[in-house]
C-alpha cells in the first residue's frame, strides 16, 4: 500500500503527500495534525482510536525527533491495540508488513 517515503514525502498507492498523514487498511488517507508537532499526545491519536484497529504504527520522523507521550502509549495500550513506534523508514515497512490487519499508520514526515 505504501509505495515509497522520503524526507518530506510519502507515496501511497501511487499518490504523492508531502504533510503527515494517517493511513487505514482500507486505503483512506487523512491528513494528521498533531496538537504539539512534535509530541504526540492522547488527542492526537484519538481519531484512529475510533476506527477500532489491531494495530497502530506511529513513524516518528527521519530522525526520530517526534516523541510519544507515556499517557498515549498507556491509551493505545488499554485498547487492547499493539503499538509500534519506530523512526519513520521503519514504521513505514512495519505497516506494510502488517497491512493484512485492522491497521492504521501514523506517520510524521520530516525531522
Not at 75 to 80: A, D, H, V, Y
Not at 101 to 111: D, E, Q, S
Given at each position: 500500500?505504501?509505495?515509497?517515503?522520503?524526507?518530506?514525502?510519502?507515496?501511497?498507492?501511487?499518490?504523492?503527500?508531502?504533510?503527515?498523514?494517517?493511513?487505514?487498511?482500507?486505503?483512506?488517507?487523512?491528513?494528521?495534525?498533531?496538537?504539539?508537532?512534535?509530541?504526540?499526545?492522547?488527542?492526537?491519536?484519538?481519531?484512529?482510536?475510533?476506527?477500532?484497529?489491531?494495530?497502530?504504527?506511529?513513524?516518528?520522523?527521519?530522525?526520530?525527533?517526534?516523541?510519544?507521550?507515556?499517557?498515549?502509549?498507556?491509551?493505545?495500550?488499554?485498547?487492547?491495540?499493539?503499538?509500534?513506534?519506530?523512526?519513520?523508514?521503519?514504521?513505514?515497512?512495519?505497516f506494510n508488513e502488517n497491512e493484512a490487519?485492522?491497521?492504521?499508520?501514523?506517520?510524521?514526515?520530516?525531522?
Open positions: 500500500m505504501i509505495d515509497e517515503y522520503h524526507f518530506g514525502e510519502i507515496i501511497i498507492n501511487g499518490k504523492d503527500y508531502n504533510f503527515d498523514v494517517e493511513v487505514r487498511w482500507t486505503g483512506e488517507v487523512l491528513k494528521w495534525w498533531r496538537k504539539e508537532g512534535h509530541l504526540i499526545d492522547v488527542e492526537d491519536v484519538k481519531r484512529a482510536l475510533s476506527v477500532e484497529p489491531e494495530m497502530i504504527v506511529i513513524g516518528t520522523g527521519e530522525m526520530g525527533v517526534a516523541k510519544v507521550k507515556e499517557e498515549t502509549k498507556k491509551e493505545i495500550i488499554s485498547k487492547c491495540i499493539e503499538l509500534k513506534i519506530a523512526k519513520t523508514g521503519e514504521a513505514v515497512k512495519i490487519k485492522r491497521i492504521v499508520g501514523l506517520f510524521h514526515l520530516t525531522c
